[in-house]
């Protein structure tokens, strides 16, 4: 029986070592009796609905067996269970816990992490991923009452357990969120890097009989994700940047291994940073959508950004990094956009929830309202707002360490970052210094794991680089 510890929105683990039937079991058991106590507690936002929820998974090795006992011990307490015939997207999940009005839905997925990992992802009855409270919740309920199931066969005889694909009301809804028609007449020719993940096809389906040509590139059903990490990162784009040199789109378009997250690259493979990716959109929706509202970053996104939010005069909230905190945001209103540095974007009229295939459309729409190429767009946003350089190292750094260094850091922030003299400092998650230039460089510690993330923006990415050298540098001075 081995140790079951849930991280930012759920449980993560190595598949056969912890990752395995029983303990799915376990935690499915402890996740049915949590959303019980909320049914029948009266102070609780999901009192009195139904016993109902969505369950799904991914493409990793064994995720539709996971899935499987999970949506059996979900069938043993009495639930009434949605179960997705083959692997979905994470945000097709999310929403039809919001449509279908359930207590909330199961995501067996890893999402970007290396294929060795599975998770069991909790997503609340809004739509979106379960905070941290709920997720503590669910960890205190571990082991409280033995594990129930009832056998898939039955439970679907009994009609307990329904098969249902939840991803063609999905699409629906993502074009209705996007001007769909301008996008089917705009003979975009573009390319969808899947990573091997659940994203594969997704384009296809959504654009089949329109003037669209889509490429999906690695879109093979691979648990071993062609050996690499399905996360939107210049490292894992190698084959597809070969092929796009000798074979050039307008764009292409990338999703992470459960779908929920984009990157990207232009026509003809040159790497495209989720922070620029970010800015564009924001550019879209003030510029050619008339739109406002609320703009909320994690902090360690682009501070193009808030220049753009100055000129626009958009409030802007910065948040601590994970995308549940962009939620919590969410869900209050009155949010134009919400992102996060790892290529989670949020959209109002959606899901309070990181949406790659909606971020793909909307970045479709993008280009089919300006009719010009995103390299052409880019160099627009770096000559009002100048240019805006990142980079980030994970080094590893000893837990029982962290809080002195953190401490320490607060206590005594450097004079200046490179030539320039320090104009705040944020200490909310990690500690974030930022010059008058508006560079900046933040330290934090991983949520689980022995490991300091140190990320820096500058003008240049030589200075970039330079302010990373600094922080590794700040971590030997404890």
Known sequence: MGQIKFGTDGWRAVIAEDFNFENVARVAQATADFWKSEISNPKSEVFGRELKVVVSY?????????????????????????LTPEPTPTPSVSLAVKQLNAVGGVMLTASHNPPIFNGFKLKSFYGGSSDSETCKAVESFLDRNPVKSKPLADAIKEGQIEISDVRPAHYAALKKLVDFKLIAKSKLRFAHEALFGVGAGCFEQLLAGTTCKVTTLNGAHDVLFGGINPEPI????????????????????????????????????????????????????????????????????????????????????????GFKYVCAEMLKGGVLLGAEESGGIGFPNHIPERDGIAAGLMLLELLATEKISVNKMLAKLEKQFGPHRYGRIDTHFPLEKRATLMEFLAKNPPAKLLRSPLAGMKTFDGVKFVAEDSSWLMLRGSGTEPILRIYAEAKTDADAHKLLKLGVALTKEV
């Open 234 to 321: 210049e490292k894992n784009y190698a084959r597809s940047q070969k092929y796009l040199r000798t074979h050039p789109h307008d764009i292409c378009l990338v999703t992470d291994g459960d779908a929920d997250r984009v990157g990207g690259m232009d026509g003809r493979g040159n790497y495209l940073s989720t922070h620029q990716l970010i800015c564009l959109l924001l550019h879209h929706f003030f510029i050619n959508r008339k739109q406002t509202g609320r703009v909320v970053k994690a902090q360690t996104t682009t501070s193009m950004l808030d220049k753009m939010c100055a000129a626009f005069n958009l409030p802007l909230v910065e948040t601590g990094v």
């Open 58 to 82: 991914d493409r990793r090795f064994f995720s539709d067996r996971f899935a499987q006992t999970t949506a059996e011990v979900f069938a043993g307490n009495n639930f009434q269970v949605i």
